[in-house]
């Protein structure tokens, strides 16, 4: 079996349900407190054991790109005024020479497009996909528990979490069949279904582990719902040669692109943070009196 090496990061929406905060700055670069979002999803990618990122860009997304870029002038300042936190907080989080590429998705078709944008350098291995609005806030990361149950079943695998039915028209949902703890095999799914005829409550929450053969089914993949070439669609037809699991992984996500799921990541993140976490969690409190 392969190991997940290559992780893809598509980073090329607007950000339309936070503008106009996004107006000039990427979504994935909006803080949780003193790190950018997207700096969260690369520590879980990482501590998973990825180690090379594919982010899928658009128009003025350029930050993002320059966030893992050195900043000397910065570190030169940094190391100047003894502020050794903080310079070796940058220096951890600077990928390493060559382990990130970034190629452009022209025109926003989809996030089945915007994936198979990436198929030149996922080439022939498996891959995960970590899409960068969802936050996931685990005590072991989330790509790193479908690892492991990867390296039990193989195949495919997407993480899945239980939501109120009424929710379901918003996500890809799944059709579940036999459990094993937390493997669920998959019969089918759907994206964005009708809540009356939903398969199940259980929506795919942006964390997959795929083959590359998803790329060729991608390749001549038609406009689904909201007219947008669809991952989900890709994947049900993959579902005809390949299994498919769910993995219903322990923590709790966040998105990141709505204003409530950024506001509830600042709170859920701020008061577990090491420096001001007792006194956010004061803050809460005070709030809620
Ligand atoms: C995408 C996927 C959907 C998934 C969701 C998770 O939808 O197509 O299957 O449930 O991400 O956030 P989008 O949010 O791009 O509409």
């Not at 979504?27 to 520590?43: C, G, N, S």
């Not at 320059?66 to 900043?71: E, M």
């Not at 089914?217 to 994947?235: C, P, R």
């Not at 923590?251 to 859920?268: H, M, R």
Request: aromatic share 8%; glycine share 8%.
């Amino acid at each position: 079996m392969k190991k997940i090496r290559k992780a893809v990061l598509p980073v090329a929406g607007f950000g339309t349900r936070v503008l106009p905060a996004t107006k000039t700055i990427p979504k994935e670069m909006l803080p949780i407190i003193d790190r950018p979002a997207l700096q969260y999803v690369i520590d879980e990618a990482k501590e998973a054991g990825i180690e090379h990122f594919v982010f899928v860009t658009g128009r003025n997304k350029g930050a993002i790109e320059d966030y893992f870029d050195r900043a000397y002038e910065l570190e030169y300042s940094l190391r100047e005024k003894g502020k050794t936190d903080i310079y070796d907080q940058l220096n951890n989080d600077t990928p390493t020479p060559g382990s990130m590429s970034f190629v452009r998705q022209q025109s926003a078709k989809g996030l089945g497009h915007a994936i198979w944008c990436a198929r030149e350098i996922i080439g022939g291995d498996p891959f995960a996909i970590l899409l960068p609005d969802v936050l996931i806030k685990s005590r072991k990361s989330c790509l790193a528990q479908m690892i492991e149950a990867y390296e039990k079943v193989g195949s495919n695998i997407i993480a899945v979490d239980s939501i109120p039915n009424e929710q379901v028209s918003k996500y890809g949902v799944i059709s579940p069949q036999k459990r094993d703890g937390s493997i669920i095999h998959i019969s089918g799914m759907v994206e964005k279904p009708n809540p009356a005829s939903a398969p199940s409550n259980l929506k795919i929450t942006g964390r997959y582990i795929l083959q590359p053969e998803i790329m060729n089914i991608l390749e001549n993949q038609l406009a689904g719902v909201n007219d947008e070439i669809q991952l989900t669609d890709a994947m049900v037809t993959l579902m005809q040669n390949q299994e498919f699991y769910a993995y219903e992984y322990e923590g709790q996500d966040y998105d990141c692109g709505s204003k409530l799921g950024y506001f509830e990541a600042v709170l859920a993140y701020a008061k577990d943070h090491t420096e001001i976490g007792e006194q956010a969690q004061s803050m809460i409190n005070r709030f809620s009196e």
